[in-house]
């Protein structure tokens, strides 16, 4: 799996919040670049500052750290 892939698996499973459901479909990957899809996943994340505790805790797995 590629880095565009995998980061296009991390924002489906951020958007889905549990479901099993593709928002972003894999075609599209062709016309992204990794640069907006890493900055799609930032944006995701930043906007959980409003959830439970417990929905940030499985967020957590997505972010990554240098």
């Known amino acids: 799996m590629n880095e565009k892939e995998k980061l296009l698996q991390e924002i489906n499973a951020l958007l889905s919040y549990g ?4 928002f972003i ?3 599209l990957l062709e016309y992204l670049k990794l640069d907006a899809l890493e ?6 994340i930043d906007k959980t500052s409003d959830l439970k505790e417990e929905d940030k805790e ?6 990554k750290y240098s």
């Open 39 to 44: 900055n799609i996943k930032k944006s995701l």
């Open 25 to 27: 479909d894999v075609s």
């Open 58 to 63: 499985w967020l957590e797995q997505f972010k």
């Open 19 to 22: 479901e099993e459901k593709d």
